[in-house]
């Protein structure tokens, strides 16, 4: 399959931007170049079809994991003569026994923790043939029970697994329609996982036998991803310090300079004060103890809190009345006899 981050001109760094940034950004190059690209217009039908292919796939969070999680393939036989026409025959296709999914929280949901139900596609095994793709095995005729056929290449013999029984050596006289001869079935599935406290973006838990069965009764992992959503207010202070918070504040010129009180938000929704002390300078930063994500370690969340980060900066004005251009015009005067 063509990449479909390539078609949209996606870089690797784009790549793992936030859930809502990303589906943002494909959206945006979606509509400029579908715009080019649109048989109205004049562009390429086939090259459309793709755009609009990468779009929905990329933009769907389900879709995009199991695009970047593809089920195992068996190695392709494109480009070799005589090896196509047998595709009602084939056998068992291999089935990823692992699906890994991604889930969005919030940031106040990674603080407190939260239980989230996750829907997704499960491979089982086709209960009409169990899971055998057909019944009446028989010795596969292509290749003679070896699994493999062998030709030539000018001097060098190739050795290759036969595409009629996938290297079974064994194929179905009678296909089972159910599954298409596959083996498996997709179902949707949902399952409820417990998100503890201060699980930090990238990480994965790990639901033994929620993924795929590859063998009657055994099945993979289901593999959730965590994505802490882009919070509008907080953010995480920094790759060494994730338990720490940071928020940036604005304030006018006359607060710095004089210092004031103020109120900012916590993660909890609640209304801090804080002191900014006279003659504060631009970017600085105030340290709000225990006001930060539980602190956990690989297995449990801990008592203690990281801290939050207030950044102050100075707002500039965008519009001033008369009499405020008189009292800045003195306090210019001012200054500049003191710098004098
Ligand atoms: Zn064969
Ligand atoms: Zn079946």
């Known amino acids: 399959m063509a990449d479909l981050y390539k078609i949209l001109g996606i870089t690797d760094k784009e790549k793992s931007l936030p859930p809502k940034d990303f589906n943002k950004m494909v959206k945006s190059k979606y509509r400029k170049l579908s715009m080019t690209h649109h048989p109205d217009k004049g562009g390429d039908a086939d090259k459309f079809a793709e755009l609009n292919e990468a779009n929905e796939t990329l933009s769907n969070p389900e879709k995009r994991a199991q695009y970047d999680n593809p089920p195992r393939q068996q190695a392709g036989f494109g480009g070799f003569g005589g090896f196509g026409g047998f595709g009602s025959m084939r056998q068992q296709t291999s089935v990823n ?22 829907g997704y596609r499960q491979s089982t095994l086709c209960e009409d043939c169990n899971g055998e793709g057909g019944s009446n095995p028989s010795t596969c005729s292509e290749c003679g029970g070896q699994g493999h056929v062998r030709f030539m290449m000018g001097n060098t013999e190739v050795a290759m697994e036969c595409r009629t029984c996938e290297g079974s050596g064994q194929m179905n006289v ?24 201060s699980l930090l973006s990238s990480s994965t838990l790990v639901s033994r036998g929620g993924g795929n069965e590859i063998a ?41 300079v004089l210092g004031c009180q103020k109120t900012v938000p916590n993660i909890e929704g609640k209304s801090l004060k804080i002191t900014i002390p006279p003659l504060t300078q631009n970017g600085a930063k105030l340290r709000l103890k225990g006001q930060g994500l539980f602190h956990r370690s690989a297995s449990e969340v ?9 950044e102050v900066w ?19 005067d001012k200054m500049e006899k003191k710098e004098a």
């Open 97 to 118: 026994p692992h699906i890994t999914v991604s889930l969005d929280i919030t940031l106040e949901e990674c603080f407190n923790g939260t239980e989230m139900n996750v």
């Open 174 to 197: 009678d296909p089972c329609n159910a599954c298409n001869s596959t083996g498996h079935k997709a179902k949707t599935t949902n399952t409820t996982v417990t998100i503890p406290p």
């Open 216 to 256: 009657k009764g055994q099945f993979g992992d289901l593999r959730i991803k965590i994505v802490v959503a882009k919070h509008e207010i907080f953010e995480n202070e920094s790759h060494h310090q994730p338990f720490n918070l940071l928020q940036e504040i604005e304030l006018i010129y006359p607060e710095m």
């Open 302 to 310: 801990k008592k203690t809190r990281g801290d939050m980060t207030v």
């Open 314 to 332: 100075v707002k500039m004005p965008t519009e001033m009345s008369e009499s405020e251009g008189e009292v800045l015009h003195q306090l210019l």
